[in-house]
């Protein structure tokens, strides 16, 4: 229950910058009156709306509500406590403003203003404005009674009152879920049969391996055969050129002997021919002239003889050791000839050795691979690592299958839970439940204020109104005092509802000009009874021009009157 303490504003409608304070729980019948214009309504309808709701009960621009003297600091404040806990709503304009305090302390504002509204609503006093027009204020400015609602409208009141709000909010979340699981089941149905395929395929391959595995197997043998015969080949080849390496090293090797051992032949071959030469030009100039070279002396006949034979005698020695010379020449040149050939013939077996050697390394590697795959096919092992995968996939798509069917028995839970909480389901009996009850008690309010005929509402929400004599009627054929009298019915009722559901379950109850209007007196009277009844549990305020006629009939007078532009309380009794 809701326990409003009091609403309290400045600079709002006609009132000015000082606060004016309305104690909300006195629990007794209050009278409000003053001349038109003075305030009344202002002080009670739309001070609590804007507080509350941030709109005003009567059909007035926002912006009008700021004292037009003034012009600014626009305030109203309104004191509840709920649930063990104090609460004050501050609202205001020029400067805008919307604090929620709880216990004295403000509660987070980072939402937007309309979601601070909405927590408001939903989590505090847990009811929308519309459920509050028809529970706590009848006003004949801004009220639609509940026989004139559409019954789509009719709907929203009575869930409201029997908090059937939370199921509808429920049947979203319920049809938000089904909407994933419907994804989620097609994501994973998506998953299943890529599974199942890739199981067959799996199947299909490891199937085909066993098939060709022992022609796959005597065609790596035939390989091997191959490679091995290659190998055998090459090295036999090979051992023949290292023999022909080995000899043609030794031969080369005896060659550079020889050719080191005539490395001087050259420069004898040279300086035996200069001394050659040298004895030539010598034996003939002793035969040309008798002079000695040495002193210029004429040689004696057989002195220049002597000197001559001696000469012819040397000049034959080099001439023969010219002879061996030249021969020793040739057979160096000879020698680096052969060395020349012998050393492209050593590069010729060596390549020949090294293409043999790569011929042999690369064949044994191939059979070493050849023989490894030959093995792994013998012992199944590629099959094997195959099957592992297999069976793996064959996990996976069991674990998709258990998920999915998880979710198609979440799907047909949820699907069962949406049924219930559509309007036909759960809603349906809790209404039929508390349709005997609405009928009973709108019945009861009507004999109360004196109107004799039986009300029945449908669980569609709407009305047959039958007399004692079982005519039926519409609400339109009624006169406005009779129609006036099921309006009160209707919201006391309501107020009974919301108290055993305790959703709008609240100490305050307000009518505006109900009792200057359409009721007689008599009708007026058994009104009044009903709310002496109720005052214990709540305070009634009563907005009427009638002070005169019926202020011995209240417990207590609110008077309002304007003076220089100002509206304020002039009676508190």
């Known amino acids: 229950m809701i326990e409003f303490l009091s609403v309290r504003f400045k600079n709002f409608g006609s009132f000015g910058n000082n606060f004016t304070e309305i104690d909300l729980n006195s629990r007794k019948t209050i009278l409000v009156t003053g001349t038109n214009g003075h305030g009344k309504s202002f002080a009670l309808l739309d001070s609590i709306c804007f507080g509350l709701f941030g709109k005003p009960f009567r059909p007035i621009n926002i912006p009008q509500l700021v004292n037009s003297v003034n012009g600014k600091g626009c305030l109203v404040e309104i004191e509840f406590n709920k649930s063990n806990s104090h609460y004050m709503i501050r609202r205001g304009l020029s400067p805008k403003l919307f604090e929620i305090y709880k216990d004295n302390e403000l509660l987070d504002q980072n939402a937007k203003s309309k979601d601070y509204q909405g927590y408001l609503e939903e989590h505090i006093l847990g009811f929308d404005f519309a459920a509050f027009k028809q529970v706590v204020i009848l006003g004949k400015s801004n009220f639609i009674p509940f026989m004139q609602l559409t019954p789509a409208e ?7 009152l029997l908090e059937l709000d939370i199921l509808a909010d429920m049947n979203v979340y319920v049809k938000g879920q089904l909407g994933s699981f419907k994804v989620s089941i097609a994501e994973q149905e ?6 199942h395929e890739k199981i067959k395929s799996q199947k299909e391959f490891i199937e085909k391996i066993k098939n060709h595995n022992e022609d796959d197997i005597k065609a790596i043998e035939d390989k091997i055969k191959s490679y091995e015969d290659d190998m055998t080949l090459a090295s036999s080849e090979k051992t023949n050129i290292l023999k022909n390496f ?9 060659n550079k002997d020889n050719i080191h051992s005539l490395r001087d032949v050259p420069a004898m071959l040279v300086k035996t021919e200069t001394l050659e030469l040298t004895l030539k030009d010598e034996i003939h100039s002793l035969r040309s002239t008798a002079t000695c070279k040495c002193c210029g002396q004429d040689l004696p006949k057989d002195q220049k003889e002597k000197h001559i034979k001696e000469k012819e005698a040397k000049l034959l020695e080099c001439r023969k050791a010219l002879v061996t010379a030249k021969s020793k020449n040739e057979e160096l040149k000879d020698a680096q000839e ?6 492209k013939e050593e590069s010729i077996l060596y390549s020949n050795i090294s ?4 011929r042999i390394g690369n064949a044994d590697s191939n ?3 050849l023989e490894k795959e030959k093995k792994e096919k013998e012992t199944s092992s590629n099959i094997t690592s195959f099957q592992a995968s297999l069976e793996e996939s064959e996990s996976k798509k069991l674990e998709i299958s258990n998920k999915l069917q998880s979710l198609i028995n979440e799907q047909i839970h949820h699907d069962v839970v949406y049924d219930i909480l559509k309007d036909g389901g759960l809603k349906s009996r809790i209404i039929k439940h508390y349709v005997p009850i609405i009928n009973g008690l709108v019945n009861k309010f009507l004999g109360k204020l004196n109107l004799y005929v039986d009300f029945t509402i449908d669980e569609e929400f709407k009305e047959t109104i039958k007399s004692r004599y079982r005519d039926a009627f519409s609400y339109s054929s009624f006169s406005e005092g009779e129609k006036q009298r099921i ?3 209707i919201l ?5 509802v919301a108290k055993m559901k305790n959703s709008l379950n609240c100490n305050l109850l307000i009518f505006d000009e109900i009792l200057d209007s359409s009721l007689d007196a008599t009708g007026t009277e058994s009104f009044l009874k009903i709310l002496n009844k109720m005052k214990s549990k709540c305070s009634i305020f009563i907005i009427s021009h009638k002070a005169d006629q019926l202020s011995d009939k209240f417990d207590k007078l609110l008077q309002f009157e304007k003076k220089n532009n100002f509206s304020k309380i002039k009676t508190n009794i």
């Open 154 to 160: 009719r709907r929203k009141i009575i869930e409201g």
């Open 246 to 254: 080995n000899k043609l090293k030794t031969e080369i090797k005896e």
């Open 487 to 489: 309006d009160l019915a």
């Open 338 to 343: 052969l060395l020349e050939k012998q050393k």
């Open 355 to 358: 293409g043999l050697s790569y």
């Open 367 to 369: 059979i070493k691979v």
């Open 190 to 195: 998506s998953f299943l049969k890529i599974a």
């Open 492 to 496: 006391l009722t309501w107020r009974e």
